[in-house]
């Protein structure tokens, strides 16, 4: 389904050793994924001083909480939902993905999607423990502005900016499961403005 042009952009890895061997949070190579992007913006579960610490080798390592635990084992789970429910291929690659023009920025998408209208997209799986701040089922972000934050949360709305930004696909589709009775599949477009004055180098994400 991944077209051989596109997959020039994926790093794909055997296992999840070699994934996280591969993270670059700090020099030399340093480069950034969709969570330590919302650290640095200051909306992350983290905030820049747990991005810049990890970068630095000076963070103790993280433990997966229960809820993350929860979360890693349900978004299989919800890729099937969302594959039989919309009807679209799915594939899920252990990969990140990298604009060659941007080597920097390499956030890691849970997965890919053909939309029969719109083409590849992306899919990105949330299992969160509130509902506030989340749209309805079926709502489109069409840009970056203060309507999207009450759509998405600021946190998950900027990884997925940032993984269009580094696939240079058009869309991706946010799938929410607060639980079998409640999935909501919210499509956040690409907006290019947005995403190009974040551009340039680690430093512009930043920046306004």
Not at 181 to 190: E, G, H, N, P, S
């Amino acid at each position: 389904m991944i077209p051989a042009p596109f997959a020039a952009r994926l790093t794909t890895y055997p296992s999840r050793a070699e994934w996280l061997a591969d993270a670059r949070p700090g020099p030399p190579g340093w480069c950034v994924g969709g969570t330590p992007a919302a650290d640095i913006l200051g909306v992350g579960f983290g905030g820049p001083w747990a991005a810049w610490a990890t970068g630095q080798g000076e963070a103790p390592p993280r433990e997966p909480t229960a809820r993350m635990t929860a979360g890693s084992e349900w978004e299989p789970l919800v890729l099937r939902w969302y594959a039989g429910h919309f009807g679209r291929p799915v594939e899920s690659p252990l990969c990140r993905v990298a604009d060659p023009a941007v080597p920097w920025l390499r956030p890691s998408p849970d997965a890919f999607a053909e939309d029969s209208l719109d083409g590849l997209g992306l899919v990105e799986v949330k299992c969160p423990s509130r509902r506030d701040g989340w749209g309805d089922d079926g709502a489109v972000v069409h840009r970056a502005d203060a309507d999207a934050l009450a759509v998405v949360p600021p946190g998950y709305l900027v990884q997925v900016y940032a993984q269009l930004a580094a696939s240079g696909l058009g869309w991706c589709d946010v799938v929410a499961c607060f639980g079998p009775q409640d999935t909501r599949a919210i499509r956040v477009l690409a907006d290019p403005d947005y995403q190009r004055r974040k551009r340039g180098s680690p430093a512009n994400l930043a920046t306004s």
